[in-house]
């Protein structure tokens, strides 16, 4: 049986990486590894995949950015070039990127069944690209593998057929824990000075916060008054580095005392700084699950979470545009001190690319 395994981003490649960590116990099936290059990321070296234990993308689509509509296009047209070609028995997707949906179209259309890993996730918020990616890649998906219970409820909600839906755990959380180890040794934190519980780690890019001016500059005093009471450690992202240029905003930040502002980390580097981390401030979604699988409090920046179990269950607080809230929340947190809380999620066990497999094993044999 041959699988071909869709990546478009680096994330991608992270969730990926789980069920390339356990394809030898299931000898029944061969991995293709695909890369959109939906994403440049000076990061993704020869390191990074050896890092990850992933082999050397049997296709690289080189397709690029682009608006939406583009790179989905073009996505598509050529993974039809190389399934018309290499047809597989199955394409499974990760995730919400416009790879995921533009390879499940594809394989859809072409009558090869597709498996849609993180499916069910919802925000409820059609003004972000990924919401309209979700819904549309689970609509044509014939196996919806599930994080947590709201996907369950969700897809439920939108009829898709019971015995397609398979509660299964989180390959991010798989790869994070059997990488745990390696990045603690990096001592990341130690190159600024800093030791584990001494600084927050933040990361932001989302276009809500980082293209209106007006928000950004609030986000920016909220940064300033955070850092009067605790480091900072902010790897900024291309876009952000751009908006805050355009702005004037990246001297004010390069101003702040306690402000390290760095380049993009390796995959390696960011775990070592969130397990590290006496708190993590973000707009991801994937440090909202990172942060509550190694228990260190999450101030999410969105008015919205496609992943609610973070709050329920794990260590995440949405602060939207509550800055009274986010005041009280970094001030209890820096009064409880630094230890880590202590979370058990449901399937966040490191065994979730076990479970996908062997029910692809047994249903496609």
């Known amino acids: ?38 994403h440049y990321d000076a990061n993704m070296s020869d390191v990074f995949f050896s890092d ?23 996505v598509m047209t050529r993974y039809e070039q190389w399934v018309m070609e290499n047809r597989p028995d199955l394409t499974l997707v990760v ?30 918020d059609r003004a972000m690209p990924e919401e309209i990616n979700r819904v549309l890649t689970d609509s044509i998906s014939d196996f919806l593998f599930v994080t947590e219970p709201s996907g369950m409820i969700n897809l439920a ?58 928000q950004l500059g609030t986000i920016i005093d909220q940064l300033a008054w955070l850092s009067q009471r605790i480091a900072i450690i902010f790897p900024v992202h291309p876009r952000t580095r751009n908006r805050l240029n355009e702005t004037g905003l990246m001297s004010r930040l390069e101003a702040l005392d306690n402000m390290y502002l760095i380049d993009p980390v390796g995959y390696l580097e960011a775990v070592c700084l969130v397990d590290s981390a ?4 973000t707009d991801s979604g994937g440090l909202q699950e990172e942060s509550s699988a190694l228990g260190v409090p999450c101030l999410t920046l969105r008015d919205s979470t496609e992943r609610p179990i ?16 986010f005041r009280q929340r970094v001030t209890a947190i820096l009064d409880e001190g630094s230890e880590h809380a202590t979370t058990a999620i449901p399937y966040w066990d490191g065994r979730a690319g076990e479970r ?5 094993s047994e249903q496609l044999a």
């Open 52 to 74: 990850l234990g992933l082999p050397k993308p049997i296709r690289h689509l080189d397709v690029g950015s682009g608006s939406h509509a583009i790179q989905t296009a073009e």
């Open 356 to 360: 996908i497999l062997r029910i692809l």
């Open 157 to 214: 909600r939108e009829g898709r057929p019971a015995e397609a839906i398979h509660m299964v755990g989180h390959v991010m959380i798989d790869t994070l824990l059997r990488m745990r180890e390696k990045a603690a040794e990096l001592l990341v934190y130690q190159r600024y000075g800093k030791h584990p519980g001494e600084y927050a780690f933040m990361t932001m890019h989302r276009p809500s916060n980082v293209d209106d001016p007006t």
């Open 1 to 38: 049986m041959i699988i071909d395994v869709i990546a478009g981003a680096r994330p991608n490649f992270m969730k990926v990486a789980a069920l390339f960590a356990v394809a030898d116990q299931f000898p029944n099936i061969e991995l293709r590894l695909i890369h959109t290059g939906q």
């Open 278 to 281: 006496r708190m993590v401030v």
């Open 310 to 325: 973070t709050i329920t269950e794990g260590t995440n607080t949405l602060i939207a545009d509550d800055w009274d809230l």
């Open 95 to 124: 995730g919400d990127v416009n790879s995921t949906v533009a390879c499940a179209i594809v394989a859809s259309k072409l009558h090869i069944p597709v498996a849609h890993v993180e499916a069910g996730l919802r925000s409820f």
